[in-house]
């Protein structure tokens, strides 16, 4: 008997250490789960406990390396912050400009004024408004750095989400229309998943941006105030500023391995996922693979959730507005609703004009020297902006079609872009900088060095997400005909990517501009290296707090930008629409 029972206990041991993993396997993507919830929640009241607390007019910025984990936490949280912000936007504003003529024909061109105005021009009145709104609370000052990252991010997910929604093939409208689609369930199951793989992309470029502009918002001189807040861009500004090499290289490193986290943890997983949102007809033999995503995919806990609580919204979602759809067809808009547009769009157009005569008594008030100054610098920057697209465009188009073709070569290309694209140049400029005084050249060569290091990722990005939209389809029906060489690239890979490098190069445009403002001045170790530019212009004015050539220069900037957009890239996007749609 006793010697049955110890075989009885032996098999049953043995039979729970073979359970063991299985266990431990299934389990672990909830406990994953639920220890990343729990760290974020304990993040929250960290943060909420600061941000909620009084305002700390002078923050002494630490240069210690032991400091850098707290700094990369704030900036990470600043940055997503300002991603969803800038998500929910674009979703909004691309989607009522795709849809209404009238409204497009008012959005684009605003759309294109406000991503040519630097973050620095944003800088005074956002600040100061959120202060105002703050008043002696740190949560002011948080709000307006996050909108100014914000102002870095935004511009070119809505042009890109916009541009898909133009570019959506006939027959797939159609269809929807055939099978009485509600709003919601076009903008679900047709146009978001049309255009997720190109708003992927640029929302890697968007916080690749964010990380590119946080040493301008979260470290600024205002006039007389110096507003200061703790991260890794003011880590970075202050030993930029110092001189301070080591730190330089430990703030750099902390944000390449913040980068690399989220590329494994964010951006891959979303890819993987996007990719059955590909518009084709045959599958393609190598797609984008995640270990966090199929680890997500095998939670008990996450499969419930979206079961019991997903799901179900959804259905409710569908059904109510396919209800309230048919309930508008019978029902004429209310007189009340109609007059309250009209009102919201005449106090528009008064507050509009009240703006245009405060701006041209500002004008009136500027010396000569001035406006020639200003005058000059947009000469000069519009120049280093051509001059840099031109050299970006060489190198970016080849190499994003063959990362867009290759998904192994992605796999490793996507993170050293990203990390590229997110590290400021202003952090690397003092070693540019002291490399460009050995060997001649000056910040003019130097400037457009900067300008390359900020913009070309919006091409990059761009293409590689055209390279990756193309059906497999067609890629092996130009295989069948042996299409190779300039065959191939005028056949198939330029009309297939032609919508989306034109958005590259739009964003990209804006964006070389707005660059500008860091690449033509610069502080380093107590020294101020500028060049002539209408982004040294800027950056000077608001140093000095001269709102006056502030709003000026900005505004010979935002023409600029506009009237290049209306003659050369909006034409451009007419054609992508009409010529090279993806259509049957």
Known sequence: MPHTKKAGL????????????????????????????????YGLLVVGRTWLGPFTPEVAISRSPLALPAYAGYSLLRITIAYGLSLAFTLVYGYIAAYNPRAERFMIPLLDVLQSIPVLS???????AMVALFPGRQLGVEAGAILLIFTGQVWNMAFSFYASLKSIPTEMREAAKVYGFSWWQRFIQMELPFSVIGLVWNSMMSVAGGWFFLMACEMFVLGSRDFRLPGLGSYLQTA?????????????????????????????????????????????????????????????????IRRKTVHPLGERLMLYFSNSRSSEKSHQPSPWKVWLVR??????????????????????????????????????????????????????????????FNPRLARIAQPLAQIAASVPAT????????????????LGVGSIVLLLLGTQWYVLFNVIAG????????????SVFRMQGL??????????????????????????????????????KGHIYTTVGLGATISQATDD???????????????????????????????AETRFRLET
């Open 427 to 442: 952090a690397l400029f003092p070693v540019v900088l002291l490399l460009l005084i050995r060997i001649g050249g000056g």
């Open 240 to 304: 930029a500023s110092e001189g301070d090499t080591r730190s330089i290289l430990w703030g750099v490193a902390v944000m390449i391995a913040v980068i690399v986290l989220l590329d494994q943890f964010v951006w891959r997983p979303v890819i993987a996922w996007a990719e059955k949102f590909k518009v084709e007809q045959v599958e393609s033999t190598e797609t984008p693979h995640s270990w966090v995503l199929n680890l997500i995919r095998h939670s008990r806990g996450l499969a419930g």
């Open 545 to 575: 707090g001269n709102f006056d050539l502030l709003i000026a220069a900005t505004m010979m900037m935002a023409a600029t930008v506009v009237t290049i957009n209306r003659l050369v890239w909006r034409r451009l996007y007419g054609l």
């Open 343 to 404: 009102a919201l769009f005449v106090a528009l157009l008064a507050g509009m004009g009240y703006g245009v005569i405060r701006v041209a008594i500002v004008l009136t008030g500027l010396q000569k020297a001035e406006l020639h100054e200003a005058g000059l610098g947009l000469l000069a920057t519009f120049l280093r902006v051509n001059l840099a697209l031109l050299i970006g465009a060489l190198w970016t188009i080849p190499v994003g079609v063959a990362i867009g």
């Open 122 to 128: 944003f800088l005074p009145g956002v600040m100061l």
């Open 487 to 524: 065959q191939r690239w005028r056949k198939l890979i330029l009309p297939g990517i032609f919508p989306y490098l034109v958005t590259g190069l739009i964003t990209a445009s804006g964006g070389a501009w707005n660059a500008s403002i860091i690449a033509e001045y610069f502080h380093f």
């Open 467 to 478: 390279a990756m939209a193309i059906p497999t389809d067609l890629k092996e029906c130009c």
């Open 10 to 41: 032996r098999g049953f041991s043995a039979y729970l250490w073979t359970q063991v993993p299985s266990i431990e396997i299934s389990f672990l993507p909830d406990l994953l789960m639920f220890a990343a919830g729990l760290a974020f929640f």
